[in-house]
């Protein structure tokens, strides 16, 4: 390493008043400047050409591809302009040879890991030839089987390129041979991860819920955004993004409304005791006939019934369907159903109850 520093010394001029020797030092920093500018270059000409071509072409993959690629690539040409300035300094100083092998490992580690970061980012790629693989041989994937397949390919990426790169400074094999013995200790402190891991593989197998669709859980409702090695996503009807392990996922009951396709609307109408049997007759039929307008409240489920005396009211069960899924048409037709119930109500002349108390009074002389 002194010989070496002393050439790098000797190379850049230091301490001999720059003599001719260190215009060789000038010519390696004049290529590393020209790499550097030839970057700036690629992003203006080359990839900016290529972006033209991909929108005429219409192509996302292409577009994606060319996107992908432009940063990574960009970073190597700076690396390649700093390999061959060391390249050329080395042809004048012999000296500089004992890092040779050193330097050109680590331009090859350069360019593994710019080729995996390119192919890493190519997600959309991968998506949407999953897409069309699915639909040309009709396998019946669901989002989340593609989603959570695009991570593994990106996850191997990672992994192959890591391994490919130590493997330039390491003896890989020692080092997977070495993980064996330390993989029961491993595993005992990661057991909770692994646990879900495995639970979210089971969830990606049983299929219980999809990206996008409304489930229950553990007391957690709302829109599934991302299934993860590890945990499930969920966004709720008050915007909260909720994060749950894939092992409570897997060991509790789902609820998935989104596969019903309909919502049930259920309450109970408190009728005044005043209301004798055919005004309760009357404001069933109103109210049947009333379901028949509405379109979007299907015929199965109907159910208007005198259900039970209660402490202060007649109590009386109206039960439907409603045709939707999404939370907000349902509320909106919720509301009208309501308001229409209460104008009947009144148009049968029947009246709402109210919890009530009824004292009854005596005199003194009435008591005796």
Known sequence: MIEVAAALSAAFGMGTGLPSIGWNALIAAGIVLVFVAGHRLLEKLLFKLLRVVAKKMDSEVYESIVKAFEKP??????????????????????????????????????????????????DRVYSSVLFKLDDRLNLGSTVLVKQLTVKVIRTLIMVLAIGMAASEFFD????????????????????????NMIAGMTLIMDRPYDIGEWISCSGVEGEVEELSFRSTRIRTATKEVVVVPNSIMANNPISNFTRRGIRRLRFTLGVTYDAGPEDLENLRDRILSYFDTEDMVLQDGRIVRFDQFGASSLDVLVNCFINTNDLALFFEIRERIQLSVMKIMKEVGTSPAFPSLSIYMETAEAAK
């Open 172 to 195: 890989v094999n020692g080092f997977i041979a070495g993980l064996g013995i330390a993989g029961l200790a491993f595993a005992m402190a990661a057991k909770d991860t692994l646990g």
């Open 73 to 122: 690539l960009k970073y190597l040409f700076v690396f390649l302009g700093l390999y061959l300035a060391y390249k050329y300094l080395m042809i004048q100083y012999l000296p500089l040879a004992a890092a040779s092998g050193f330097v050109d490992k680590l331009m090859r580690v350069v360019v593994i890991l710019t080729m995996a970061t390119g192919f890493y980012n190519l």
